[in-house]
């Protein structure tokens, strides 16, 4: 597998599935959330509604992960996470470990070859960006997959400097 670090905007990206840090309602909101929603369309929510009318009636929980179209982003899918918010006092590292790795699985039954991530629970969640660099990176070099190219695609030069130095 091949890892690339992008500097840039996730929704740009021409893959197979694009990774929205997503929250538990999966209405769409800030960040890189809302971005998706935005530039992907109203598709990618209408997908989202049937998910919560179904399977995720309470949401989607922390650390898993779940697919929908791409809407109008150049991507085939997206596939949603809910990152952990961070905790000073609570180790939740495997939680966001696995929003990677479940991903990642998703991906995998979608027959993705190529996956955007963004840094996860970096934002409003309040991950250090260099733990969760680090975190991010083992998590998908250790993972099992047939994912060909994984791209972490960071919003800005701080962010990509910051898992440059870790990759």
């Not at 197979?16 to 990618?44: K, Q, T, W």
């Not at 991507?75 to 000073?88: C, D, E, L, Q």
Request: proline content about 4%.
């Amino acid at each position: 597998m091949d890892i690339t670090l992008v500097q840039g905007d996730i929704t740009e990206q021409r893959v197979d599935a694009v990774v929205n840090a997503a929250n538990s309602s999966l209405m769409g909101g800030g960040g890189v959330d809302g971005a998706i929603h935005r530039r992907g369309g109203p598709e990618i929510l209408e997908d989202c509604r049937k998910l919560r009318a179904s399977h995720y009636g309470k949401g989607l929980p922390t650390g898993q992960a779940v697919a929908t179209t791409a809407g109008r982003l150049p991507a085939r899918w997206v596939i949603h996470t809910v990152g952990p918010v961070h905790s000073a006092s609570e180790d939740r590292s495997q939680l966001l470990a696995s929003c990677y790795v479940e991903s990642l699985r998703v991906a995998d039954e979608l027959g993705a070859r190529s996956v955007a991530f963004p840094a996860i629970s970096t934002g409003i969640y309040g991950w250090p960006m260099d733990d969760a660099a680090r975190i991010a990176l083992d998590a998908v070099r250790q993972a099992h997959t047939s994912v060909e190219d994984v791209r972490f695609v960071l919003f800005d030069r701080a962010a990509y400097d910051v898992f440059e130095s870790r990759i």
